[in-house]
Nanobody
């Protein structure tokens, strides 16, 4: 069973930056594709970023392209989401997800494992 634990969320002013981390355990991390999603109150879960198992392919949601960067550190079993130029509309709970041997998937139903989420709040 793969376990995912997100961290790094918090309160930040508009224009600021945060780096989220997702630490994994229970699986061979380097074989898993990883994704980041977010969900604001009353809204559906939204695709943010994904990276394939090899780290050679990434994809981003349109709302974050050019501002957010996904990366992975296989030696640390961790995936990161660097978030720059944050906006109030980025406020949400951010979740990481994993799927074995996958590509940089954009759909929630393509992922097998999910973390509990970390809150990001951007003040104006």
């Amino acid at each position: 069973q793969v376990r995912l634990v997100e961290s790094g969320g918090g309160l930040v002013q508009a224009g600021g930056s945060l780096r989220l981390s997702c630490a994994t355990s229970g699986g061979t991390f380097r074989m898993y594709a990883m994704g980041w999603f977010r969900q604001a109150p009353g809204k559906e879960r939204e695709f943010i970023a994904a990276i394939d198992w090899s780290g050679s392919s990434t994809d981003y949601g349109n709302s974050v392209k050019g501002r957010f960067t996904i990366s992975r550190a296989n030696a640390k079993n961790t995936v990161y989401l660097q978030m720059n130029s944050l906006k109030p509309e980025d406020t949400a709970v951010y979740y990481c997800a994993a799927v074995y041997g996958g590509s940089a998937y954009k759909e929630t139903n393509q992922y097998t494992y999910w973390g509990q989420g970390t809150q990001v709040t951007v003040s104006s």
